[in-house]
């Protein structure tokens, strides 16, 4: 091991993790200091920041007008489970699941709602064959598994003219990938993610077909406040200008705008999507040069822009798991990636966050050190034997 050289560069920025994620290049909490602090978040000025905030989401994401988008509280939890618990049970429901975000929605449907759902799962690094999936039923499922690094290519197999309802958890495909609208009845995310923002608020976008459901249907079980969004069978427009359920942090909405100005900045969602797109692509080249590591993805198509996930598959490698937390605690205690672990209930290895607000020469200065950081490891299982 003692002839093992350190790669000569190191990332500028070691943060690749996949929630809280990066914030946005030269972050600085100097940036926030146009957030109105002790004022009321009904005030004409707390108001304007959150309508701002909406404005900006549906200008760079390209929602389409007619559509309502939200900012509602629980993170991207607290928007999916709104939207499921408010619009599911008025007709038969399918659940896919491609990774653990995924199934915590199918626990929901079947365990809590129970709901006599109709569930699809693929295995870690696979998707569920969209081909297959009745779309006069409501449909929940992930478009970027944030915990496989499986994604779905496009939204293709979803007809534009379908009687149920898509349920889309958005929250690491946002602003890194294209979502096609007309195919998108709920889309949901948090802000910690793409842009980098504060963890705690969700947006929930509606579509006029998601609203009609809500003014149509009343569901079976009880509706905490903080769910509701119709009141006397009509939508609660309110919520869709800023007038937020409960109290949100000012703090992190001021920090959610400034990354939206930034994203406006760079060139909008292209840049943002060309961004993870590069950033993903340098850690596919180098796994595409190196035998003993994978992607998860078993299908290039599939693989994730934003949440890349990595296997090791060396042969010398016996316990996968004890191997790839090495490795990670390695880079970690070298200061050049923190949090590049797998997901706890996913497969060993690791995983990379490339989504847009992580610059390229800092996902390139990171390859060097996975390979020295594996090649450490391995001669330290040599060593052991
Ligand atoms: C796909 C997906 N869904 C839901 C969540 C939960 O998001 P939040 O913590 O914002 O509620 C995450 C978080 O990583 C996620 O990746």
Same mark, same amino acid.
């Given at each position: 091991m003692s002839d093992l050289q350190t790669p000569a560069a190191r990332p500028a920025n070691p943060r690749f993790s996949s929630g809280p994620c990066a914030k946005i290049p030269a972050y600085s909490l100097d940036l926030l200091s146009d957030a109105p602090l002790g004022r009321s978040h009904r005030a004409a000025v707390g108001k304007a920041k959150l309508k701002e905030a909406?404005?900006?989401?549906r200008e760079i994401l390209g929602v389409p007008e007619g559509y309502r988008i939200g900012i509602v509280p629980g993170s991207d939890t607290g928007a999916v489970e709104m939207a499921m618990w408010?619009?599911?049970?008025?007709?038969?429901?399918?659940?896919?699941?491609?990774?653990?975000?995924?199934?915590?929605?199918?626990?929901?449907?079947?365990?809590?709602?129970?709901?006599?759902?109709?569930?699809?799962?693929?295995?870690?690094?696979?998707?569920?064959?969209?081909?297959?999936?009745?779309?006069?039923?409501?449909?929940?499922?992930?478009?970027?598994?944030?915990?496989?690094?499986?994604?779905?290519?496009?939204? =293709?197999?979803?007809?534009? =003219?379908?009687?149920?309802?898509?349920?889309?958890?958005?929250?690491s495909a946002a602003f890194a990938m294209d979502l096609p609208w007309d195919k998108l009845d709920v889309v949901t995310f948090s802000w910690q993610k793409v842009l980098g923002g504060e963890g705690g608020h969700g947006m929930l976008i509606l579509s006029p077909r998601a609203v009609e459901?809500?003014?149509?249907?009343?569901?079976?079980?009880?509706?905490?406040?903080i769910f509701r969004m119709t009141k006397g069978g009509k939508l609660i427009e309110g919520i869709f200008q800023g007038e937020t359920i409960n109290t949100p942090s000012m703090l992190a909405v001021e920090d959610y705008l400034v990354s939206l100005k930034w994203?406006?900045?760079?060139?909008?969602?292209?840049?943002?999507?060309?961004?993870?797109?590069?950033?993903?692509?340098?850690?596919? =080249?180098?796994?595409?040069?190196?035998?003993?590591?994978?992607?998860?993805?078993?299908?290039?198509?599939?693989?994730?822009?934003?949440?890349v996930c990595l296997k090791f598959t060396d042969p010398r490698?016996?316990?996968?798991?004890?191997?790839?937390?090495?490795?990670?605690?390695?880079l970690e205690k070298e200061g050049v990636a923190l949090d590049v672990g797998a997901y706890r209930d996913a497969p060993a290895g690791?995983?990379?966050?490339c989504g847009s607000t992580v610059e390229t020469a800092d996902v390139a200065a990171l390859m060097p050190w996975i390979e020295w950081a594996f090649e450490a490891e391995i001669a330290a299982l040599a060593k052991a034997a």
């Open positions: 909406i404005d900006l989401t408010s619009l599911l049970g008025a007709r038969p429901v399918e659940m896919l699941a491609w990774e653990s975000f995924g199934e915590g929605w199918v626990t929901d449907a079947v365990k809590q709602l129970k709901l006599d759902a109709t569930v699809r799962k693929a295995a870690y690094g696979e998707i569920v064959d969209l081909a297959q999936v009745d779309f006069t039923r409501d449909v929940v499922f992930t478009w970027n598994g944030t915990t496989s690094g499986v994604r779905l290519p496009n939204g =293709d197999a979803i007809p534009a =003219d379908r009687e149920g309802l898509t349920i889309c958890d958005a929250t459901r809500l003014e149509s249907y009343t569901p079976a079980w009880p509706m905490p406040k994203a406006q900045r760079i060139g909008g969602l292209k840049a943002l999507v060309a961004r993870a797109e590069a950033n993903s692509k340098v850690v596919a =080249d180098f796994v595409a040069a190196h035998d003993w590591i994978a992607n998860l993805a078993v299908d290039p198509a599939t693989a994730s822009t934003t949440s490698i016996a316990d996968g798991a004890a191997f790839a937390k090495a490795v990670a605690k390695r690791l995983r990379i966050w």
